[in-house]
Each structure stands twice: as C-alpha cells, then as structure tokens.
C-alpha cells in the first residue's frame, strides 16, 4: 500500500541576521491511510518547521534545500 504521505531527507534552512541556519536534517518520514502520527519533541526542535514544510506554507527567508515531501 502506498502512503498517504511520505517525507524523505528533508533539510530546511532559515536566512537569519547571523546567517544561515539549517533547522532540519534529513527528516523522514511515512504516513499510511488509517493511520494516526504524532511529532513530538521540545520547544525548538523544528516540528512546526516539519509541519508547515509539508503544508507549503514556509516563513520569510526559509527553504527546502534537500529531499522529498
């Protein structure tokens, strides 16, 4: 069965004032139809970076410089 979803070596960066900085790395993930996946972690660690990379919807200054959604 193909997911319904499918997240492959993710790497997304944000321009800062200090430069550039890389908020996430190689993130990877699947979702199958029926399935419930939760993105857990602490503050900061990039989940809104991860949901909103998928959703399309990045800030100002971010990029999906590597992989597959």
């Given at each position: ?10 790497k ?27 993105v ?27 992989g597959?959604?």
């Amino acid at each position: 069965m193909m997911p319904l979803l499918s997240v492959r070596g993710l790497k997304v960066s944000i321009k800062t004032d200090e430069g550039v900085a890389q908020v996430l790395d190689d993130v990877g993930l699947e979702l199958e139809r029926g399935r419930i996946l939760g993105v857990v972690g602490e503050s900061g660690c990039g989940k809104s970076t991860l949901i909103r990379a998928i959703m399309g919807i990045l800030p100002k200054g971010a990029r999906v410089e590597q992989g597959e959604i």
